[in-house]
C-alpha cells in the first residue's frame, strides 16, 4: 500500500525556536495534503490543506504565520512551527491523498510528537 | 451537536469476545465512511472504507452504515490483545477532501 514517512517522529525544543516537520508520499504522488494536531483523549484536528504549487488552506483558528506549511512538491510537504510555545507541545500528523484517485482515502505518516520546554 | 459523535470509552473485553464500536453523524451530505485504528504514539491507519449503506467485511472486521439512520459501526469478531488500540470513525462528503474525525474509542482486549 502507500506509503507516507513524516520526520522528524519526535522532538524537543526550546521556547521561542522554529521547528520543521516533513511529510513524503514515498510511492505515490500527492497533490494534496493534510496536516493535523491531536491533544491528549481528542480527536484529530484538522490544521490546514497544503496544495502543492499553491498557498496553504488553514483551518478557521489556526494561524497561518504561526504555522508555516509549504507544498513545493508531489511528493513532500513541510510544517514549521515557528517561534514554539510549550502550549503548541502536541502530536502532529500529515496525511496525502493520491492525485489519481478521489475517494476519500488517505494515507497517514506515523505523526511528530513536539515537546516545546 | 457536533458532525460526529463517538463515545470515547474506554472499553475494556475479554480475547474473543465481539467488539462493536459505533458513530452517530448529523449532516446528511456525508457518503463516505472510514474506520482508522491508532496505536498508541502512532498515526492512524485506514482500516475500513465504505461508500453505500449496508455491511462491508474483510476478516475478523465489519463495518455497518445505516444512512437512514445516520448511524454506522465496526463490529470486530474474536478480539485479540493486538486490537488494543483506539479506534476512530471518519467521514467526508462527496466532492470535498476534509475528514471530519470521531474522537474515537479506546479499546482494551485482556488476555
Known amino acids: 500500500g502507500a506509503v507516507v514517512s513524516q520526520h522528524p517522529s519526535w522532538v524537543i525544543c526550546k521556547s521561542g525556536t522554529s521547528v520543521k516537520i516533513e511529510c513524503r508520499s514515498l510511492d505515490f504522488q500527492a497533490t494534496t495534503m493534510f496536516w493535523y494536531r491531536q491533544f491528549p483523549k481528542q480527536s484529530l484536528m484538522l490544521m490546514a490543506t497544503?496544495?502543492?504549487?499553491?498557498?496553504?488552506?488553514?483551518e478557521q483558528g489556526v494561524e497561518k504565520d504561526k504555522f508555516l506549511i509549504n507544498h513545493a512538491s508531489l511528493t513532500l510537504s513541510t510544517l514549521t512551527v515557528t517561534s514554539a510555545h510549550p502550549e503548541d507541545s502536541s502530536f502532529y500528523i500529515c496525511?496525502?491523498?493520491?492525485?489519481?484517485?478521489?475517494?476519500?482515502?488517505?494515507?497517514f505518516g506515523e505523526g511528530s510528537r513536539l515537546t516545546v520546554l | 451537536q457536533k458532525e460526529v459523535e463517538q463515545d470515547p470509552g474506554p472499553l475494556s473485553v475479554p480475547e474473543g469476545a465481539i467488539v462493536s464500536l459505533n458513530c452517530t453523524y448529523s449532516n446528511s451530505a456525508f457518503q463516505y465512511f472510514m474506520w482508522y485504528r491508532q496505536y498508541s504514539r502512532k498515526g492512524p491507519e485506514l482500516l475500513m472504507y465504505t461508500y453505500s449503506s449496508g455491511n462491508k467485511e474483510d476478516g475478523r472486521f465489519t463495518a455497518q452504515v445505516d444512512k437512514s439512520s445516520k448511524y454506522i459501526s465496526l463490529f470486530i469478531r474474536d478480539s485479540q490483545p493486538s486490537d488494543s488500540a483506539t479506534y476512530l470513525c471518519a467521514m467526508q462528503q462527496g466532492g470535498s477532501e476534509k475528514l471530519v474525525f470521531g474522537k474515537g474509542t479506546k479499546l482494551t482486549v485482556n488476555p
Open positions: 497544503s496544495n502543492e504549487g499553491s498557498k496553504a488552506t488553514y
Open positions: 496525511s496525502a491523498e493520491l492525485t489519481d484517485r478521489n475517494t476519500g482515502e488517505l494515507f
